[in-house]
């Protein structure tokens, strides 16, 4: 089955600096590649997705960048801001859907003011 | 519009017991996940389901758990004879389907068994 490893699994960083997580998975049939977002004690909320028919996607601070040659994708935060501090988790799954995602092991960003 | 309703938000159960946890999917989704989360952990996908169908649950451990999502009401999330390993953060996630889903998650469900 998939496998998914997310690094690093803590990063501190200046508020106003920007944060880069790294995500690799094994599977080449995968091709789709959420972002989600958990603060304590409340669920994962999505951030920002990916499919495999782009290699890079923004939202505002956000931005995701997908090489399927390599299989990693990356997510980066710019201008980063107290808020932005929570456990960040990247997932994967075949056939384009969010069926079965495999997440990875989480990053915690603290960002510090 | 209310997201994921997940109850009770937290649920102690002796060893023996058994655990209902209880999801109620975003207004006009079909499609319900749970996932598991340990401490320190991501999140592992148990079961998937739409209405009145389980449509994946090779997540799930064969012994003692099981889920449903009727008709009418809420997903269940059933764990029989509850063991100390059962203790996790239970998330249940809501999508409408098609080629271009997305999961919304809810907050999640925390049992612990003493």
């Known amino acids: 089955g998939e496998n998914v490893e997310q690094h690093p699994s803590t990063l501190s960083v200046q508020e106003g600096d920007s944060a880069v997580i790294k995500c690799t998975y094994s599977?080449?049939?995968?091709?789709?590649f959420p972002w989600y977002k958990q603060e304590l004690g409340k669920g994962p909320q999505l951030i920002i997705d990916?499919?495999?028919?782009?290699g890079e996607k923004k939202d505002q601070r956000i931005a995701v960048t997908l090489n399927k040659t390599a299989k990693h994708f990356s997510l980066h935060i710019t201008e980063t801001q107290p808020e932005d501090s929570a456990v960040y988790f990247c997932?994967?799954?075949?056939?384009?859907?969010?069926?079965?995602?495999?997440f990875g092991s989480g990053t915690q960003l603290t960002v510090l003011p | 519009n209310a997201g994921v309703m997940q109850n009770p938000r937290h649920l102690v159960r002796r060893r023996g017991q058994e655990a209902r946890l209880r999801c109620s999917p975003m207004?006009?989704?079909?499609?319900v996940y749970w996932y598991r989360q340990l401490p320190e952990e991501g999140l592992k996908f148990m079961v998937y389901?739409?209405?009145?169908?389980?449509?994946?649950e090779s997540g799930m451990p064969k012994e003692r758990f099981s889920a449903e999502f009727p008709k009418e009401g809420p997903s269940i999330l059933r764990i029989q004879q509850v063991v100390r390993g059962d203790s996790a953060a239970y998330f249940c996630?809501?999508?409408?389907?098609?080629?271009?889903?997305?999961?919304?998650f809810g907050s999640g469900t925390q049992l612990s068994v003493l």
């Open positions: 996630a809501s999508s409408q389907g098609g080629a271009n889903e997305k999961l919304f």
């Open positions: 997932a994967a799954s075949i056939g384009g859907s969010a069926r079965q995602l495999t």
């Open positions: 207004k006009g989704h079909s499609h």
């Open positions: 389901l739409q209405k009145e169908n389980i449509i994946d």
């Open positions: 599977d080449s049939a995968s091709n789709y």
């Open positions: 990916i499919r495999s028919n782009v």
